[in-house]
């Protein structure tokens, strides 16, 4: 089986840089994905890391750790529409993506 | 425009009587999963199917059915519904490399089990 840790809520300023970790316990790893979610919409697919580093995406980021089962997604400067959950998924063999519980982000001006 | 789309958006059933909510994508997927979302519980999955006729249980299969007649389709059957199955439910698709392009989730059905 697999279990995924992350934060249950951060809380950050407009233009601020925040960092939402996740470690997993799993028994196949393929890659850790992030999804965000606005309230009452579907989760939306952010990066995927199959590989130890970091993988940019404009304002942004997400880390791998293999060696440590954990990682990151980092959000630079932040905005008001950054105001959402943010799942990590881990993905094992037969393509099979778990999810963690989720880190409710509230951004305030 | 390429999506999954689910039907219906909500839903409201008395116990045990049959419902299914379908899903279809029209990206030629050959990956696809159902998810429902409980608050403080996250995204838990049902079932998933690698391909036509290939399905299989995910975290919490029970009082589910599924089938992948078609590689397009995956509809969720709840043979006769319970209060615990209460729940937002998402139908996602991927294509089969893996999980670098994402999952593409449906808008969701809103079920209600009265």
């Known amino acids: 089986g697999q279990s995924l840790e992350q934060p249950s809520e951060v809380t950050a300023v407009e233009g601020a840089i925040v960092q939402i970790n996740c470690t997993y316990q799993?028994?196949?790893?393929?890659?850790l994905s992030w999804y965000q979610q606005h309230d009452g919409g579907a989760p939306t697919f952010l990066s995927y890391?199959?590989?130890?580093g970091l993988e940019e995406t404009g304002r942004f980021s997400s880390f791998l750790s293999r060696s440590d089962s954990y990682g990151y997604l980092l959000l630079q400067e932040l905005q008001m529409k950054d105001s959402a959950s943010y799942f990590c998924?881990?993905?094992?063999?037969?393509?099979?993506?778990?999810f963690g519980g989720g880190t409710r982000l509230m951004v305030k001006p | 425009e390429a999506q999954v789309t689910q039907n219906p958006r909500y839903l409201i059933t008395v116990t045990g009587k049959k419902l299914t909510v379908t899903c279809s994508q029209n990206?030629?997927?050959?990956?696809m999963s159902w998810y429902r979302q409980d608050p403080g519980l996250g995204l838990r999955q049902i079932y998933y199917?690698?391909?036509?006729?290939?399905?299989d249980k995910g975290d919490v299969p029970e009082g589910y059915k599924v089938s992948r007649k078609e590689k397009r389709n995956f509809p969720l059957i709840l043979e006769s519904p319970s209060p615990n199955q209460t729940s937002l439910y998402f139908c996602?698709?991927?294509?089969?490399?893996?999980?670098?392009?994402?999952?593409?989730f449906g808008s969701g059905t809103r079920l209600t089990v009265v």
């Open positions: 799993t028994s196949g790893f393929y890659g």
């Open positions: 199917s690698m391909n036509v006729e290939v399905t």
């Open positions: 998924a881990v993905r094992e063999a037969g393509n099979m993506l778990t």
């Open positions: 890391n199959a590989l130890d």
């Open positions: 990206m030629n997927h050959e990956y």
């Open positions: 996602a698709s991927s294509f089969s490399s893996g999980t670098a392009h994402g999952y593409t």
